[in-house]
């Protein structure tokens, strides 16, 4: 197995412990921040998985890139994408409501 440990600077005093760990093509990932502690959607996880290492105080932000190339062809990779996609179609779902929004308006003071 292999394990990647990255403490990041949160909104806590302390930084959170984000572990990954790749078995074959299974990647975890756990933070130690209540969102991650609740296995909900983590921030920390995710922008590391996005090759982001901005609050990294660990100082093995090199170690990112291969937490990044664990990430294809892991069980991970699809349900990410998957997120990717819904937060773009959202975007555009909120342009689409506020031009709606402003046409709306327009139409009523005519």
Not at 7 to 34: D, H, I, M, R
Not at 56 to 70: F, H, K, P, R
Not at 87 to 104: D, R, V
Request: glycine share 8%.
């Amino acid at each position: 197995m292999n394990e990647l440990i990255f403490f990041v600077q949160g909104s806590a005093k302390e930084p959170y412990k984000v572990t990954f760990q790749k078995k074959g093509a299974n990647l975890s990932a756990y933070c130690t921040c209540p969102a991650g502690d609740n296995g909900q959607y983590c921030k920390h996880r995710f922008s590391i998985l996005g090759g982001v290492t901005d609050g990294i105080v660990s100082a093995n932000e090199l170690d990112v890139e291969i937490v990044t190339s664990w990430l294809a062809g892991s069980d991970i990779e699809a349900a990410l994408n998957d997120v990717l996609n819904a937060e773009e179609q959202f975007e555009i779902a909120k342009l689409k409501l506020s031009t709606a929004k402003k046409q709306l308006a327009k139409v009523l003071r005519d």
